[in-house]
């Protein structure tokens, strides 16, 4: 009897809906407290910031459906750039010293960075699995 290679997701989709929570919060709260930001360009305004949301979140969801759809090697490394651009959050600290922002601030701008990075990491973990089981493009299934 064979047995069905199979590619474990369930912790990549755990740090995707994560990282897609503390994106959420970090736009949220910057466009709530966009006048309290310290040194943001003036011309940043409450619907730039949720557009930059539903963009990068349009990306994790593309991500998502690659997988699911079995496009591994795409869907994966859609999900890597997503929380790559979790990243992002770190040009706060570019314009602004990091005393000048408060404790929250500090805390939604870290908690999408580390758990953009935790994406990435399990993106990239998972590719490793698939390759090994032979689901990646190329490689006979």
């Known amino acids: 009897m064979s047995r069905v290679k199979q590619l474990e997701t369930r912790p990549l989709i755990g740090a995707l809906v994560i990282y897609a929570f503390a994106s959420l919060f970090q736009h949220i709260h910057n466009a ?7 040194n943001l360009p003036p011309t940043f305004s409450v619907l730039n910031v949720y557009v930059a949301w539903a963009a990068v979140t349009t990306i994790g969801v593309v991500g998502f459906l690659l997988l699911r759809y079995r496009f ?12 790559a651009c979790g990243l992002d959050g770190l040009a706060h600290y570019i ?15 870290l908690l999408e960075v580390a758990s953009g990075i935790v994406l990435m990491c399990l993106a990239a973990v998972t590719a490793l699995q698939a ?3 032979g689901l990646l493009r190329g490689e006979r299934a």
Request: aromatic residues 14%.
């Open 95 to 109: 314009v602004a010293d990091f005393s000048a922002h408060t404790r929250v601030m500090h805390a939604s701008i």
């Open 32 to 38: 709530t407290f966009l006048t309290v930001y310290p």
């Open 72 to 83: 591994f090697a795409p869907g994966l490394l859609t999900i890597a750039i997503y929380g």
């Open 131 to 133: 390759k090994r089981i």
